[in-house]
Structures are given as C-alpha cells and as structure tokens.
C-alpha cells in the first residue's frame, strides 16, 4: 500500500506539478473500505438525445483524486486493443470512423448498460494477469482488492437471470468515475479480440468506441436470422455483455451512414446539419451582435447537448469547441472550417498577427494571394 501511495504522488507530481495534493495512506485505506466510506458518489441524470436518461456517479473530490492517479497508472501499464478506439490516447472518433468509409454496408450495434454491465470480481481477477500481475503468487494480492474497491461501488442493476431481466444490486463500474473507461478497454479486450476475429471471418472490418461496436463490407453478411448476427451476439454473450437491439442498425451505401456521429459514406465528414447550425450561429453573432445571438445559440446547444454543466455556457467557448471538433474531423487546411474560423476571430477580436502559424498554413497550401486575403479579411 505504500508503494502504491508513492506511484500515486508520483503520477500527481506528473499531473500537476507544484498544485499536486498529498493523498495520505488513510485516504486510501478509508476509500478502499466499503464498510467504512459509506455512499461517496453524486448521483445526477443527464437525458439521452434519443429519450431516457443516463445515470452518472460522480466520486467525491478525494476519491476522484485517487481515482485519477490509478487511471493514469492503469493507462501506462496496459495497451488496448488495435480496434478499440474509445478512451484511448491519440485516438478518436475520427479513428473510429476511418476503416468504415466508402462500404456498401455499415451495421452499428450497442453493448446494453455498458459501464454498469462489469461486476468488480471481473476486474479484481484481471488485475492478478500480466501486464498487472497482482497476484497471491507475488505477495500482490492486496493491492488488487484494493485498487478494484476504490474503483467499483454498490449500484442497483439489472440482470438477467433465467431469460428475464430483474433488478439487483451489485457492485459494478459506475459511469463517471475516472477510473471507468480505461477499465471497460481492460475488460473487453478479450471481446475485442474475439470480434476482430469475426471480422477478419466474414470479411469485414471491426471497431470498438466504448459500447457503440461497428462492422463494414461491401458484402451483406448482416441479415437478421444470418449467420454473422447469431456470432456476435453469441460472442458479446460469452463477454457477460448484451446488445441493445433498439439501437442495432444497418444503412447501405445509398443512405447516410454514420459512426460515432460522423459520415462515412464517402470519406469521414460532420453532418450537413453541424457546418449549416454554426454557419448560422456566426451569422446571427455578426447581424445582430453577441447578446441577441446568446439566446438563439444557448438554446440550440442546449437541445442538442441534453444537458449543460456548470451553469450557463459562454457562447465563445460554445463556438470555438464546435470548430475545433470541426478541424479535428476536417483538417486544418479544409477551406469550410478555416473560412468560418476566420470569421470568429473576427468577431472575437482575435488579430492573426498574434497566430502567424495559420498564415503560413494558407500561404503553403493556397499561394500568397490566398494569405493575404486571409491576413487583410
């Protein structure tokens, strides 16, 4: 235990410098202790664009602390697998997209009550395996019920027993502890491994982002009494996983088909909707100034996002993420998003004079008449 309190000082050292606070052996222990600690995670829900809502468990400050450091430590120690492309660094929905473009066929399917859906035995045994190796073997075996007590917690779930779901409570992943994502790429490695295979069987290609599982071809393999759909679920099965069949659907080359929220259909691409609403938004911004347009934009954000934190939004910090999401999926030198990236800056203020780096980017890519356009407005 006190090895691990000085790789968690460590690691917070590493995170955040001179601001790093101290975990005490007590906290651990006391966090580690089920008994002891008593309900430390703040329920809220957060409604689901497609209706319902989803539970989040939020870990008190001095859990999530340790919490962090843990992720950290487990994010260095283990590599997900190739597919898996959620929650793993370098990587993103962009990755996720990528190998689905330019198919006949794309099915996307869902892992039903994902985080919930990983019991902390699981975990606890998984962590006596390399690359972790805390094992009676060792003299490790502590260590492993401690780090899966502080990661898991007591939640009401359901399960199925003898072909009917019924609610119990077991102590499971919660979804909003920093620790949780990097547990579900740890846990479903093995799935992974066994879905690339089913790929890799059919001809098809296979990536993982959290729940949201998708295959590609440009053969269809995916009919409903097939014998590809009988594998996966049969596979997801043998993972202690279920599919959520409202979400399971099939889109041929002559829809639109998405993954993770991006189209595929030809390259990877936002929707027309997203570049279309921030088109709108900065127009509404530069005809009507930054008052008018708050109202108009907040509520449009606000609907599509379901839910907002801490308070009211600025509608800056609104459009900037909304056009940075844009350049991560388009490219720096896409000319939509570097003529709409102007236009903010110009409404914020910001001179180019202060970010030469994108000057020399139109200068490279477009000529020097293209930059001094982009420099002069």
Known sequence: MEDLLSLIKLVNEMLYGETAKAVKLKSLTYYSNPSLRGDVYEKFKIPKKSGGVRVIHSPVSGLKSIQKAIAHILQSVFEPHPNAT?????????????????????????LKDFFPSIDKPRFWKRLQYPPFNLNRNNGRLELANRISAICFTDLEVERKVEGHWKKQVKDVLPQGAPTSPIITNIICYRLDVKLTSLAEQFGCAYTRYADDITFSSNHNIYNKDGEFRASLKKLIKEENFHVKHQKTRLNTKTERQEVTGLTVNEKVNVNRRYIKQLRHWIYFWEQYGKEKAEELILNNYKADKGHVKNGEPDIENVIDG????????????????????????????????FNPDRLFEVWDSDGIVAAMEYYYG
């Open 86 to 110: 959620g929650f793993v660094t370098d990587k993103s929905v962009v990755d996720n997209a990528k190998p689905h473009t330019g198919k006949n066929f794309v099915f996307n399917t869902d």
């Open 322 to 353: 909304k056009l940075r999401y844009l350049k991560m999926v388009k490219g720096a030198n896409d000319h939509s998003y570097r003529k709409l990236q102007h236009r903010f800056e110009v409404l914020t203020g910001i001179s180019i004079n």
